[in-house]
């Protein structure tokens, strides 16, 4: 049992940032609150729609960047800040071209254009520059300023004033 004791409650505008070292249950805990695995025991209750940035991205790899994001554009009509994410060069550059930070970056554009007030972050800064960790950061921090959450699963140190933290070895059995 990963997560035995642990109760977790985040409102509007707060975020937490998860550690602990590899294998601890990090991205089983983010994949617990998307809903994409069942607990145990216990419960997870969320209240509004669930944003999730994990290792795949989900864009299409033979699409250019721009079709790929045009897809969940279709589905999520907010604009993504592609300018701001360093992306707006790309648009015509297949997804399967694209670096590690820059994927991490287009899908951070699908992730701010759903909308979606609750995000699950699961390493978010891998494979991040200097530069786009500072976006991240900054993204993060506007959308719990606007109130919605975010739980950050991260080996990485996130720059967050007011973020809790969640050491899941307080928990291990």
């Avoid at 990090?26 to 994949?31: A, G, M, V, Y």
């Avoid at 960047?65 to 297949?94: C, I, K, Q, Y």
Wanted: glycine share 10%; proline share 6%.
């Amino acid at each position: 049992m990963l997560f035995a004791g642990l109760s977790l409650a985040l409102g509007s505008g707060e975020a937490c940032q998860v550690v602990g070292p590899n294998g601890m249950g990090k991205s089983s805990l983010i994949r617990l609150l998307a809903g994409l695995l069942r607990p145990l025991a216990g419960s997870v209750e969320r209240h509004g729609m669930v944003g999730l940035l994990d290792e795949r991205p989900a864009l299409d790899d033979h699409q250019p960047l721009g079709n790929a994001l045009a897809f969940w554009h279709e589905l999520d009509p907010a604009s993504a800040p592609l300018d701001r994410l360093g992306l707006a060069d790309l648009t015509d550059v297949p997804v399967r071209y694209l670096s590690t930070g820059q994927r991490k970056r287009a899908a951070l554009a699908r992730l701010v254009g759903q909308q979606a007030p609750i995000w699950l972050l699961d390493e978010p800064l891998n494979g991040l520059d200097t530069k786009g960790v500072a976006t991240v950061e900054a993204l993060v921090a506007e959308h719990c300023a606007a109130g919605g959450l975010a739980v950050i699963a991260s080996h990485q140190p996130f720059a967050m004033a007011g973020m809790r933290p969640l050491d899941l070895a307080h928990f291990a059995r």
